[in-house]
């Protein structure tokens, strides 16, 4: 005899002569986002529980699971409950179905049961939809942590072939080569504290300043609006600002304690769209005989050709007696504006 199985507001069911501990096992499943339907061999209900949004057909005398699944999924459903015979193995199955809001994912257990007087193929649906979207989610996310990955070698790659290419010995390579490593370390840093999202401007160029000059508030002047660099834009502008604040801590104005560097930020155009110019502006002192503060060799090729190539832009570079001036125009799917 089948019992009648009332579904409240809340999901829970309760049956006729239902036992406290029956109630208390159906609030469980209910909770953990698990249905099963019990029918006999011919398909008739002996109980259910829990069945409700695509699966509330089962809840009817004959329902059919069978018609819930289509093509392939189908095919393996009706093939595993055909084969769940007394004295068989459970089976489990992870199939797709449709439903009001989209797909729906669920594990399907079968297992031939006999309980007292009643036997037949327990179905237990699990539905694992949101499992499914974590994994995509993950999965996506490897892939892109791959792909960053494989794009931070490469830079890794071509700044060591370049730094060994210039340098005039084992040490000037090590110092040179550590450096600018370092530059990209600091750069990484911000762009994964951020949730790869980026790294603010501002943020990038104090970092990149601390560790030749000190507290950077006493060095450098920033006007302008702060702007949040894409990763890409992060990593190669780090670069950028690393080259500069090398040249300008051996032989410019943070050696010579001039005035204060100015970073600077101003609206620009590229190719008709809107982009942004990312200026560094040094004065030099004019001590006579002073040497002109100049990139030279490969800090040169990041700054002029390495840098604005990476991230589809454009730059100037020019330095004499008495000034260095980058600028660096980017376009703008490289950055955002940052309120205030």
């Known amino acids: ?65 069978r ?8 095919e393996s459903f009706r093939s595993a409950l055909g084969a769940t015979l007394p004295g068989t193995d459970p089976r489990s199955l992870e199939l797709d179905m449709a439903a009001s809001d989209g797909t729906r994912s669920y ?19 699990t539905d694992i939809s949101d499992t499914r979207h974590r994994e995509k989610v993950l999965k996506t996310l490897l892939r892109e942590l791959s792909h960053r990955s494989k794009n931070l070698m490469a830079i890794i790659q071509g700044i060591a072939t370049q730094t060994a290419r210039q340098a005039q010995s084992l040490e000037i390579f090590l110092t040179q080569f550590r450096g600018r490593l370092h ?17 603010d401007l501002f943020e990038l160029v104090d970092q990149q300043m601390t560790a030749y000059a000190g507290d950077a508030s006493t060095v450098l002047r920033r006007d302008g609006r702060d702007i949040r660099l894409s990763p890409n834009a992060a990593l190669h502008v780090g670069l950028a600002l690393h080259e500069l604040i090398v040249n300008s801590a051996s032989e410019g104005a943070l050696a010579a304690g001039t005035p204060p560097v100015r970073l600077s930020t101003r609206p620009s155009t590229l190719r008709d769209l809107p982009a ?20 030279r060799g490969f800090a040169r090729t990041v700054l002029e050709r390495v ?21 660096l125009t980017i376009p703008g799917n490289e950055y955002e504006e940052l309120p205030g």
Do not use: C
């Open 1 to 65: 005899m089948r019992q009648t199985v009332t579904q409240a507001a809340d999901g829970t069911e309760t049956a006729d002569n239902e036992h406290p501990v029956e109630r208390v096992l159906r609030t469980v499943l209910a909770r953990s986002g698990t249905a099963f339907r019990f029918q006999r061999d011919d398909g008739g209900l002996i109980t259910a529980h829990n069945l409700s949004g695509p699966l509330a057909s089962l809840t009817e005398e004959f329902g059919d699971a």
């Open 67 to 74: 018609l819930l699944f289509q093509a392939e999924a189908g």
């Open 107 to 125: 594990r399907v257990d079968l297992e031939w049961l006999e309980a007292g007087d009643h036997k037949g193929v327990l179905l237990v649906f």
């Open 183 to 199: 530059s990209l370390s600091r750069s990484q840093d911000l762009v994964t504290d951020s949730s790869w999202r980026g790294a």
């Open 276 to 295: 942004m110019d990312i200026v560094w502006h040094e004065e030099r002192g004019k001590a006579e005989g002073a040497d002109v503060a100049e990139a």
């Open 307 to 327: 840098v604005p190539t990476a991230v589809g832009g454009t730059a100037t570079y020019g330095a004499d007696s008495d000034l260095v001036e980058y600028r």
